[in-house]
């Protein structure tokens, strides 16, 4: 039995000569695999993957090796998704695969298939010395283990996808929160270069933002501080949670953590009211930083007016966030870390690929997203989408990619934090936290109904 992984069954088939069903006439090879390989099986992807034309490149390298495989994928809006998904599943007419943040995947843990020990599939190919004759193959093979994920994937990957010692799915990429800047604004308060650290960036904010003698903001340092008008709101508060070494759930990952205090020496401090605190201080007109408030318009509609220094945003969000702002001189940065920091932390939000329990074809669907996990077909995607990998063998070589060297650059050490069984609400709890801060309840109150907020959550209910 041949390793799917390490050494897979495709790449021998990818130097044989593949051909059709509708012309080859199997004489040689095992009944059972000329009997598979006569069964159709069409497989459905649902996604929200604006990179649908990569996409097709992996489903089209994928028939050419199992010619009886045909994959139809259906892209949706990313808002009407779920609820798309929800009707199909409670109609018992779900797709195979699905592809889903990885924030949510635990939530929908008990409607997946984990990834099996072993595939098994049959597929054509040509044999014989003078003669070449279609032969059926059906050949079967182990599939990665989970030490096979956590040394061909950056960290964040495992620690998202393994769920009860199982792989319930395989990303095709993977994208960190970075700074979208307007490099006017910049060079109009004196700065060289994008910052690099907190200290660097509330400086530069602070040399942008404009306020007259009534108090109003007549132009913004940075989208920061607010919940309901700041894009990304949640994430740049829990990625700066994270920096600042901020435990967000327990170990037993029942408890939501990050409301309280840690010892450092003979000091005790809390390091989510710390991070809770700077975020809201860019939207408290009392403090230096001040530079958003709730009266602002949202903020690609400010960045697009060409008053908004900084916004905050994913590599995905590239061509969107360009299309949108004509006119401005666009530019991306790292996200700041803390002065000094020896750990830098990035903040990572991605999609990954599921099979679903209703699949007639687990065995096929699984072997697909196996296939695109492989790193030759992983660096025909990455290459044709344009977008940061989530294989670590990838990484220096994107790094040194002019267009994909900044992206890139955050990969190895990015971060996720949620582990529970319902993100919205627990985003939502997190926005709340921002609000009630903002209108006056104390940091410390809100982080304690914050957290209770999270923490039921934690604990399963269904979808």
């Given at each position: 039995m041949k390793n799917l992984f390490h050494k897979p069954l495709y790449i021998s088939l990818l130097i044989l000569t593949t051909v059709s069903l509708s012309?080859?006439?199997?004489?040689?090879?095992?009944?059972?695999?000329?009997?598979?390989?006569?069964?159709?099986?069409?497989?459905?992807?649902?996604?929200?993957?604006?990179?649908?034309?990569?996409?097709?490149?992996?489903?089209?390298?994928?028939?050419?090796?199992?010619?009886?495989?045909?994959?139809?994928?259906?892209?949706?809006?990313?808002?009407?998704?779920?609820?798309?998904?929800?009707?199909?599943?409670?109609?018992?007419?779900?797709?195979?695969?699905?592809?889903?943040?990885?924030?949510?995947?635990r939530a929908w843990q008990d409607y997946l298939e984990p990834l099996p020990a072993t595939i098994t599939l049959p597929f054509i190919q040509m044999t014989g010395f003078i003669k070449k004759e279609p032969e059926a193959v059906l050949q079967t093979g182990n599939t990665m283990t989970l030490d096979n994920l956590r040394e061909n994937f950056v960290d964040v990957v495992p620690q998202d996808v393994i769920i009860d010692n199982k792989i319930y799915g395989l990303p095709l990429s993977l994208d960190t929160l970075l700074i979208y800047y307007n490099r006017d604004l910049l060079n109009a308060a004196g700065f060289?270069?994008?910052?690099?650290?907190?200290?660097?960036?509330?400086?530069?904010?602070?040399?942008?933002?404009?306020?007259?003698?009534?108090?109003?903001?007549?132009?913004?340092?940075?989208?920061?501080?607010?919940?309901?008008?700041?894009?990304?709101?949640?994430?740049?508060?829990?990625?700066?949670?994270?920096?600042?070494?901020?435990?967000?759930?327990?170990?037993?990952?029942?408890?939501?953590?990050?409301?309280?205090?840690?010892?450092?020496?003979?000091?005790?401090?809390?390091?989510?009211?710390?991070?809770?605190?700077?975020?809201?201080?860019?939207?408290?007109?009392?403090?230096?930083?001040?530079?958003?408030?709730k009266e602002e318009p949202a903020t690609l509609k400010a960045f697009a007016s060409g008053k908004l220094g900084f916004m905050f945003g994913y590599w995905r969000d590239y061509n969107t966030i360009k299309a949108q702002t004509p006119g401005i001189n666009l530019d991306i940065a790292n996200f700041p870390q803390i002065d000094n920091t020896t750990r830098p932390t990035y903040y990572a939000s991605y999609f990954v690929q599921a099979i679903t329990k209703q699949s007639?074809?687990?065995?096929?669907?699984?072997?697909?997203?196996?296939?695109?996990?492989?790193?030759?077909?992983?660096?025909?995607?990455?290459?044709?989408?344009?977008?940061?990998?989530?294989?670590?063998?990838?990484?220096?070589?994107?790094?040194?990619?002019?267009?994909?060297?900044?992206?890139?650059?955050?990969?190895?050490?990015?971060?996720?934090?949620?582990?529970?069984?319902?993100?919205?609400?627990?985003?939502?709890?997190?926005?709340?936290?921002?609000?009630?801060?903002?209108?006056?309840?104390?940091?410390t109150q809100a982080l304690e109904f914050a957290a209770q907020k999270v923490t039921q959550t934690l604990y399963k209910t269904s979808l």
């Open positions: 012309g080859a006439v199997c004489k040689g090879g095992s009944t059972e695999a000329k009997n598979k390989l006569a069964q159709p099986v069409a497989l459905e992807w649902w996604g929200t993957n604006s990179n649908s034309a990569a996409v097709n490149e992996i489903i089209n390298d994928y028939k050419n090796l199992h010619p009886n495989i045909s994959v139809n994928y259906r892209q949706f809006r990313p808002e009407e998704f779920e609820t798309a998904l929800l009707r199909a599943m409670a109609a018992q007419k779900g797709p195979d695969i699905i592809t889903l943040s990885n924030s949510s995947l060289a270069k994008p910052p690099a650290t907190w200290t660097e960036f509330k400086d530069a904010t602070e040399k942008i933002t404009r306020i007259d003698k009534q108090g109003r903001l007549l132009q913004n340092g940075v989208a920061m501080g607010e919940a309901n008008n700041v894009l990304y709101a949640a994430d740049i508060l829990v990625a700066l949670m994270l920096q600042n070494g901020t435990k967000m759930i327990d170990s037993s990952g029942t408890r939501a953590t990050f409301n309280q205090q840690t010892q450092q020496g003979n000091e005790t401090y809390s390091p989510g009211a710390d991070a809770v605190r700077f975020y809201t201080d860019f939207a408290n007109p009392s403090k230096e930083t001040y530079s958003w408030s007639k074809y687990v065995n096929e669907a699984w072997g697909l997203l196996h296939f695109a996990a492989r790193a030759e077909e992983a660096q025909k995607y990455l290459s044709s989408a344009k977008q940061p990998s989530a294989h670590r063998q990838f990484y220096q070589t994107q790094v040194q990619d002019p267009n994909l060297g900044l992206p890139a650059k955050q990969l190895l050490t990015a971060k996720s934090w949620y582990r529970g069984f319902n993100y919205k609400e627990a985003e939502k709890a997190i926005l709340e936290l921002i609000n009630q801060i903002n209108s006056g309840t104390t940091i």
